[in-house]
């Protein structure tokens, strides 16, 4: 039986990212570090790019996505926010879902639980960073009105969707 979220919905119905346990394809790998993250092992083949900010992914996908042959993968690890980043960046030039694999540095086994995500106001359309719960209030900088944090994460948005009040 899936695990009850508040209100009772099951993750499954929701869009909160998913996250793969351990291991991955033998498939060639372009493994993007981002901030302090720590790239896992490479094998052969995989290529290494270290990303001082998630801000930065687009001039890097820009260089390296037309080198990459069919069967390449993307790995981003780096904190939840900066993966989502990468891979709303990776979408927008075309990479495919199932060509990506994150790997969040700061997610435990609460998907729910409180950690900085980004936000993306449902009133004012700010994308702004709190630390919050799914569920969890937090007031928005631009337009200060109180929002829930949904359990509705936009690819696009790289965000949570904060649901006025």
Known sequence: MPTPVPPYLAVEQT??????AAGRSAAPHLVVAVGTAVPPPLRAGDRLRVLGAAADAGGL???????MVTGWRILVT??????QQVRAAALARGALDSELDLRP????T????????AIHCGHCHL???A???IGGPVRCPGCAHRLVVAHHHSRTHAAFLGSPV
Do not use: I, K, N
């Open 131 to 133: 630390t919050a719960a």
């Open 78 to 83: 780096g904190t939840e926010s900066e993966v």
């Open 105 to 108: 540095t700061d997610v435990d």
């Open 15 to 20: 869009t909160l990212p998913r996250y793969p």
């Open 127 to 129: 994308r702004f960073a």
């Open 110 to 117: 609460d998907p729910h639980g409180a950690r900085p995500r």
């Open 61 to 67: 996908l820009d260089a390296e996505l037309p080198t």
